[in-house]
Each structure stands twice: as C-alpha cells, then as structure tokens.
T-cell receptor, first 117, second 116 residues
C-alpha cells in the first residue's frame, strides 16, 4: 500500500523556468510533509517541509504547496538551475500506533529532475 | 562536521555469507533508522531505534538484524544474505521523533550491496 505517491518518475525543465514536482498521499493522518533532494552517490538531504495546518511554505527559490482536500502537495522551484538536477523524494510523517507518541516517515518513489542549460 | 557515516559504501558478496553494514552518527541523535531504496519502491524502512537498546521493526525487516549498544552506532546485520537483498541502503538519524516540529532526518551517503 503506497501511501505516498510520486507519479512522475522524471521531469525535464529548461534552466530559468519553473519546475513543479508533485506528490499525492492517501492517509489523512499525516501531520508533516517534507521534500528531500538526492544527488548520485550521496544520501538524501532535507530541502523544505510543511505542516499539515499550513498551505504554503517558502524558502528562497523553493516553495511547497499543500492541498489537503485533494491530498496533494507540490514543490515549485523558481528559477530552476542546472544544480537542481537530482532525484526529489517527498515524505510524510504520521504518528505510530506503538510506541505511543512516536512517529514514522513514509517516502514516495522519487522524481528525477533534469534542468537543461 | 555533523554527519552520518556508513561503511562499506560498496560491497559484492555471495549468498549466505554474513555481513555487517556499519552506521555511525556524531550529532548525539536519539533516533536512528535503516532504509533500503529499490527502483519504483522509494525508500522503505527496515529497522529503527528510538534510543540505546530500543529497536523495532520497520516495514521490511525480514532477513535483517540490528543492534543499538551505543548511541552513536546502529549496525545493520545480514545473517544470511540473499539476492533479493541486493539494494541501496541508507542509514539516517535525527533527534527523537516526538512532539511538534518536523524532525529532519540526516542520511548517510548510502551503501550499495550486491548479493550474488
């Protein structure tokens, strides 16, 4: 049961244009959503997060939008740069049933972004 | 430098030959976890540890063992590796996943394991 889905395995965008990466989820109990970026031969690194009580969070060129009614979030990169070429994972956090008061992250399958110079 | 260090980075082994992938973090994080990344499946959690001597199964624990005898180390043990354990493995750590705030996971660089 894939609770967090990234339906686009890859995306190509021209340098300077907007990149939009999408993520859909099925569990309404998620309370935080995060985006990680992964370069080849490196581990994922944190990019930006958003609480489920917000609908937008911005950090420089990166903005995450959350549409709770559609169970959809998106990451916008404006303007896109060649250095943004990487695999992007969205992740969602939910409370564990046990141990009580703890949480777990569920990751999507990733979208490979290629920014063309 | 704050980091999670995994070793080995690359390993080719044969079916049944026990191996250990080490993971060490220098950030005094309570929480540590192992993930495997497979094409089309994203990152799936194998085991996690809330603190020293506290470990629990993730979503795909079969064929793996872990231990957490010290706060900084969280080795992943494959007692009898099989080809379906060929994968890219990541160790991650964070402060305790409790309460408010999106605790950010810090990942190691990954260990690519091939079981023949």
């Amino acid at each position: 049961d894939q609770q967090v889905k990234q339906n686009s395995p890859s995306l190509s965008v021209q340098e300077g244009r907007i990149s939009i990466l999408n993520c859909d989820y099925t569990n309404s109990m998620f309370d935080y959503f995060l985006w990680y970026k992964k370069y080849p031969a490196e581990g994922p690194t944190f990019l930006i997060s958003i609480s489920s009580i917000k609908d937008k969070n911005e950090d420089g060129r990166f903005t995450v939008f959350l549409n709770k009614s559609a169970k959809h979030l998106s990451l916008h990169i404006v303007p896109s740069q060649p250095g943004d070429s990487a695999v992007y994972f969205c992740a969602a956090r939910r409370r564990r049933i046990y141990p009580s008061g703890t949480y777990k992250y569920i990751f999507g399958t990733g979208t490979r972004l290629k920014v063309l110079a | 430098e704050a980091q999670v260090t995994q070793n080995p980075r690359y390993l080719i082994t044969v079916t049944g030959k026990k191996l250990t992938v080490t993971c060490s973090q220098n950030m005094n994080h309570e929480y540590m976890s192992w993930y495997r990344q497979d094409p089309g499946l994203g990152l799936r959690q194998i085991y996690y540890s809330m603190n020293v001597e506290v470990t629990d199964k993730g979503d795909v624990p079969e064929g793996y063992k872990v231990s957490r005898k010290e706060k900084r180390n969280f080795p992943l043990i494959l007692e009898s590796p099989s080809p379906n354990q060929t994968s890219l493995y990541f160790c991650a750590s964070s402060f305790a996943l409790r309460g408010s705030g999106a605790n950010v996971l810090t990942f190691g660089a990954g260990s690519r394991l091939t079981v023949l």
